[in-house]
């Protein structure tokens, strides 16, 4: 049998980024915290984040621009009071040392470990307490307030806060969020994983796989947006920055347009060589723009290997298609085995932007991954765990 402990003020589930950001302006104030964290230690996404050096905001993050939610005005209010200099400023207090890779996007010199200890050190000066090896399985409403329970206790608090996060990453994650949703009958947004490599559809894996560990610039486009940055041909799909991004767009049986060759009008290139080196192979003048190994792959599929100056225009129209919007349809995605976030959530209908309280269990908050807001790759993610938990801290 559960043993009931009276335990604190607020109740914080899960010591991630966000649950430990709140934890911490929590504490400031002077109210006893409790963060229960499922594994045997906390914050294991942030060690992971960023390939180890955890790239902890982006200077340049815009609510307007890059964030999804099936209301991209939600995050509005809480972006507006945390700022990722105010996380900065964290950081240059602790005498962190970090460097701008590209695009805003702040990253640790050494590693991520810095950053969580940062955060696990201003929860100890507020007095907070982190109880490990805690899992969740239940968040009900009752008189005194809330009782949470794990497998070997019952919590009560006044206040809850759900900090769970989302579904990437199984071994770490939980489905409490949701489930408690479920269980509260709070709406959510479908979930779905994002920021994730897409697979080979059954019909282009053998023609495409042998081009693995293949790199390059380009545009990927889906459903009206566009990222142009890296793109990495590997043995199951295509990875790299620019597919992680459209990934977040994609939707089942839609395919995502490439553009091999973002700064060359393909048509225009291949009608001038064609008129200017007529004697040259097509397949020499392509190695010219791309790497050698993706023109000779795609021989007898792109392109038949002539001279140039007998390509028809038919043919040459169909293969500057190729190059400036090559069409890949995914077979999938890598699911959240390898996806860094999850899209959808706790339906943001169901909370306050200003507070993250929910409007039909008052004292019961929900922040970070856990709810229907999703940033791009980038410092995005973070930076919107680090403002909601700040946000939810003030109103608690
Ligand atoms: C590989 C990888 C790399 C990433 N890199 C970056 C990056 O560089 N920059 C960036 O901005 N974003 C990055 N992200 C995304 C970022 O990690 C998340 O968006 C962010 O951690 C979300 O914060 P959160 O507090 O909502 O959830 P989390 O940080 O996931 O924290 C949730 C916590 O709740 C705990 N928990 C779950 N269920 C329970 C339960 N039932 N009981 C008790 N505790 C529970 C979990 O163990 C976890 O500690 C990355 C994600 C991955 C997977």
Redesign the pocket.
């Known amino acids: 049998m559960a043993k009931t402990v009276s335990s604190a003020d607020v109740i914080i ?9 709140c934890a911490i302006h929590t504490g400031r104030k002077g109210l006893k915290v409790l963060v ?4 045997k230690k ?5 060690l ?4 180890g ?6 200077l340049w993050a815009d609510p307007r621009e890059h964030y999804l939610s099936e209301n991209p005005h939600f995050c509005f209010a809480a972006m507006s009071r945390y700022s990722p200099w105010d996380f900065v400023d964290m950081v240059d207090k602790h005498q962190i040392g970090y460097h701008e890779k590209t695009l805003g996007q702040q ?1 640790c010199n050494d590693s991520s470990k810095q950053i969580l200890a940062m955060l696990l050190d201003e929860c100890a000066q507020t007095g907070v307490t982190i109880e490990l090896n ?4 239940d968040i009900q409403p009752d008189d005194k307030g809330f009782s949470v329970r ?1 497998q070997n206790q019952t919590f009560e608090a006044k206040k809850v806060v759900l ?4 579904l ?2 199984p071994k ?6 949701f489930q408690t949703a479920n269980k509260l009958d709070l709406s959510v947004v479908a979930p779905r994983a994002a ?1 994730v490599p897409l697979t080979w559809n059954t019909s282009d894996k053998a023609l495409f796989e042998p081009l693995s560990g293949i790199s390059l610039d380009v545009v990927a486009s889906c459903l009206g947006v566009s990222f142009r940055e890296g793109m990495l041909f590997t043995h199951r799909g295509l990875s790299g920055p620019a597919i992680l991004q459209i990934s977040s767009y994609w939707r089942e049986g839609e395919s995502v347009s490439i553009n091999l060759l973002p700064d060359v009008d393909a048509e225009s290139w291949l009608r001038e060589t064609r008129e200017q080196k007529p004697q040259s192979m097509v397949s020499s003048q392509l190695k010219t723009l791309l790497p050698n190994r993706l023109v000779e792959q795609m021989d007898g599929h792109w392109f038949e290997d002539i001279q140039i100056g007998n390509l028809s225009n038919t043919k040459l129209t169909h293969l500057a298609k190729q190059l400036n919007s090559w069409k890949f349809k995914p077979g999938g995605s890598e699911g959240y085995r ?4 999850t899209i959808g959530g706790i339906d943001t209908a169901e909370l306050s932007s200003k507070t993250m309280e929910c409007k039909r269990y008052p004292n019961l908050y929900v ?4 709810v229907d807001v999703t ?1 791009w ?9 680090w403002a909601s ?1 700040y946000s939810c801290a003030l109103a608690l």
């Open positions: 589930v899960g010591a991630g980024a966000s649950g430990l950001m229960l964290e499922k594994n906390p914050g294991m996404k942030i992971v984040s960023g390939g050096r955890c790239n902890f905001t982006n990253f805690a899992e969740v399985t794990t900090a769970s996060g989302g990437s990453l770490i994650a939980s489905a409490l969020a920021l390898t996806a860094e976030v922040i970070g991954e856990a940033g790759l980038g410092g995005y993610n973070f930076q919107w765990a938990a």
